[in-house]
């Protein structure tokens, strides 16, 4: 990128300035590099965008569902012809690498596409009747006017598995992405008005968590979305509760990679080397515990940390860099304080480099690391860095890994490595988790399959596939009878 991208916000079919404060999105790799600029959403930016989407809804809710579809797929063929341009935006914004932020992209593209087929698939139930001439249909109506609150480390695709099944249930929406990458999102926006949605459909607001608390607290709000902590998460729910107005939200994890025996150690370093270390450790569904049998920790660990310190991290639009920086230098700051604390407690780093790259101004960076947490009770082993860095511990037998894996308030994805079926069989009904990978990395969600976690990692139903339905509409119950 050459130059700074001015941000303006989508409101009512047109695009315009916001009157708040100063909004600015810095390289991650290059932190004196703008990437864009322009000026918050407002009390008044809010209010016009949920009033449009207000008069908006009854139009959109009544068009055919096939015919909302048409947009969604025509702005996700948008996406997937300007994916290289579009990812490296991204690499260069968000700091995933260039092969990462191009796929991105093509995923987003992947989901408008699949969603858009909405109106090809059931949409509600006939029921027989007690009563004789009668039916009893249950039928789906879309909730209304919707808040989605997107977060920092998938810029479009998570964005697009929240706006599409909204807007392809007869929903209208008011998105606010996370402050830090708004240009993807303006990216998304402009894909969807140029594939012809109508105005009021979808409206964009940039700004900080005071327009995200602003939107979760306005009356003209039907139902909200959320990604991102699970304090934050809780704190939404429990605003939205005291209006009666219903959450979706995915939340936290603190995800198990569980390595047992008999596990095909080649396999299972591959992977588990994904999960915690593509996309900087960034993701909700990251690798970031290791729960390995005690028979083959030695060999499994030589083998993980030599595929960690040989992983090239640098500028994420370079074609030979495989981790790029973190999203900001604060985010560094704490995975290096707890990976100091961590080692004041005990634990022993594992990794050859340490875990500070270059000086704080060079850019974001935090080399891949491995901590060996075995025989303590550090903090590290429990909370969320979202980071690439991945606690150790080591155990013996399953029912120890098990019990393990299932240890504190998470429970968003895990995965496990054996060639047993019987022993994949008992994980499944053991370890207490939204998504369970058997000999894959735990990170990965597919379109057409629910997503979403368990205990502390979820409120609401389950986003994507057709539990999208389950939030996005309610059920009207329909009696039936023909006129005498």
Known sequence: ?????????????????????????????????????????????????????????????????????????????????????????????E?????????????????????????????????HSPRPGERILVTRRPLGVIAAITPFNFPIAIPAWKIAPALAHGNTVVWKPADPVPLLALRLAAALVEAGLPDGVLNLLIGGPDLGRAMVAHP??????????TAVGRSIASAAAARGVPVQAELGGKNAAVVLADADL?????????????????????????????????????????????????????????VGPVISGRARESMLGAVAAASASGVTRLTSREPALGAAGDGHFVAPTVLDCTGTDAAVWDDELFGPIVGVKRVSGAAEAFAEANRGEFGLTAAMFTRDLGTALEAIEAIDTGILHVNSESAGADPHVPFGGAKGSGLGPKEQGEAAQDFFTHTTTVYLRGGA
């Open 95 to 127: 700091g995933k690498t260039l092969a990462e932020g191009i796929g991105e992209v093509r995923r987003a593209a992947q989901i408008l596409d699949y969603v858009s087929g909405v109106g090809d698939r059931v949409a509600g139930t006939v029921h």
């Open 266 to 322: 080649d396999l299972a370093v591959d992977q588990v080397a994904a999960g915690a270390f593509n996309s900087s450790g960034q993701k909700c569904t990251a690798t970031s515990r290791i729960i390995v049998d005690e028979s083959v920790a030695d060999e499994f660990l030589a083998r993980l940390v030599a595929r960690a310190d040989a992983l090239v991290v640098g500028d994420p639009l370079d074609p030979a860099t495989q």
């Open 1 to 93: 990128m050459t130059a700074t991208v001015d941000l303006r916000h989508r409101i009512g079919g047109r695009w315009t300035d916001g009157s708040g404060e100063p909004v600015e999105s810095w390289s991650p790799a290059h932190p004196e590099r703008l990437v864009a600029a322009g000026r918050a959403a407002g009390d008044d930016e809010l209010d016009a965008a949920v009033e449009a989407a207000r008069q908006a809804a009854s139009g959109w809710a009544r068009m055919p569902a096939a015919s909302r579809g048409a947009f969604l797929r025509g702005a996700g063929r948008l996406l997937a012809a300007r994916a290289d341009g579009l990812g490296a935006e991204l690499a260069e914004e």
């Open 220 to 229: 003209g709000i039907d139902g909200i979305t959320f990604t991102g902590s």
